[in-house]
């Protein structure tokens, strides 16, 4: 079984500041890794990936997540907060079909971002 | 342009009655999925679909059903055995195989009063 923590529900940054969004996930299979966006009253957008290779993946909008197995972490990261990050991150992890079940997604609960001036 | 398209956006029902929720898709995606989010819940898999004619309950398909006739197609109904209807639904779609992530529609919010 696969599970996925986001620890913080809530984060709040000023504009300019470091972004770290924590995800841990559980996994009985090495994990293919996700991050995705969601405005409000939106769908998810894909931010990043973790499938194989290099465990630093840059994403879009200057996101990046490292994937360390040794922590079972997947957190998100952004050098500099810009007023246009205020959404809900998602982090989510796959079975790889392990399960017989296809391509599924277990995601966590969420962090809403908050960006101050 | 590819992508996912849900409607309608928003969509109100009376208690008892069923209610079907369109997706369509236009990637060439074979495998399709339906999920439910809740606020502090996350987004919870209701019915998945890898291939035409074929799919599988997800973690919560109680009081859901739905076909999958066409490829790029894929109606969710909330029957009214469904007993906490009122959500944001979103539908997504994926080549299919594991690596692949998934695209999502933007979403219907269902409020059942």
């Known amino acids: 079984a696969q599970s996925v923590t986001q620890l913080g529900s809530h984060v709040s940054v000023s504009e300019g500041a470091l972004v770290l969004l924590r995800c841990n996930y559980s996994s009985s299979v090495p994990p293919y890794l996700f991050w995705y966006v969601q405005y409000p009253n939106q769908g998810l957008q894909l931010l990043l990936k973790?499938?194989?290779?290099?465990?630093l993946v840059k994403g879009i909008n200057g996101f990046e997540a490292e994937f360390k197995k040794s922590e079972t972490s997947f957190h998100l990261t952004k050098p500099s907060a810009h007023m246009s990050d205020a959404a809900e991150y998602f982090c989510a992890v796959s079975d790889r079909g392990v399960t017989g079940g296809g391509n599924k997604l277990t995601f966590g609960t969420g962090t809403q971002l908050k960006v101050e001036l | 342009d590819g992508g996912i398209t849900q409607s309608p956006k928003y969509l109100f029902r009376k208690e008892g009655q069923n209610v079907t929720l369109s997706c369509e898709q236009n990637l060439n995606h074979d495998a399709m999925y339906w999920y439910r989010q809740d606020p502090g819940q996350g987004l919870r898999l209701i019915y998945y679909s890898q291939i035409v004619n074929d799919f599988q309950k997800g973690d919560i398909a109680e009081g859901y059903s739905v076909s999958r006739e066409k490829k790029e197609s894929f109606p969710l109904t909330v029957t009214s055995a469904q007993k906490n209807p009122t959500a944001f639904y979103l539908c997504a779609s994926s080549i299919g195989l594991a690596k692949y992530e998934q695209y999502f529609g933007p979403g219907t919010r269902l409020t059942v009063t």
């Open positions: 973790y499938t194989t290779g290099a465990t």
